[in-house]
């Protein structure tokens, strides 16, 4: 909305003394609207922030600890700190919508960790040093063969 758009319904509305919907502004990245409230701003953040998170999910192939949590930190977290103090969450249902993010996150590398590396550490010595995928995967199919 343009800002003599914006004044003109601000002008309407004191003339008039009809209560209209609030009216949001952002300013400096901070969504804030005429009542201070900064529902929306959360909102925004952690829409943002899941949104990274996809991303990271669809295109790193590679799930560990070691490259998921560098990625956290530098795509995500600056989201969710971005002016902190200013728009901090107070209530329950804005402090739990941030904790969603983190805990999407979290499970990111703990999925990979419980699902892969728990049957990864089960698998033979032969199988896990082998030279090559090649080798890998005929050690791996001589491994299943024999426990079926």
């Not at 400096?28 to 009542?35: E, K, P, W, Y």
Request: net charge positive; glycine share 2%; aromatic share 6%.
């Amino acid at each position: 909305m343009a800002s003599q758009d914006r004044l003109k319904l601000i002008l309407r509305y004191l003339n008039v003394g009809i209560d209209i919907r609030c009216l949001a502004e952002k300013d400096l990245g901070v969504l804030v609207d005429s009542r201070l409230n900064l529902s929306q701003q959360r909102t925004q953040v952690a829409k943002k922030a899941n949104s990274i998170l996809t991303c990271i999910r669809n295109s790193v192939a590679s799930r560990t600890r070691e490259v998921i949590v560098p990625l956290y930190w530098a795509l995500v977290r600056p989201h969710l700190e971005y002016c902190v103090q200013f728009w901090a969450p107070h209530y329950k249902k804005d402090i739990e919508v941030l904790e969603q993010v983190q805990r999407r996150a979290t499970n990111l590398v703990s999925f990979y960790t419980e699902r892969v590396v728990k049957h990864w550490n089960r698998l033979p010595k032969e199988v896990v040093e082998s030279s090559s995928l090649e080798v890998s995967k005929r050690r791996v199919g001589v491994v299943l063969r024999d426990m079926v």
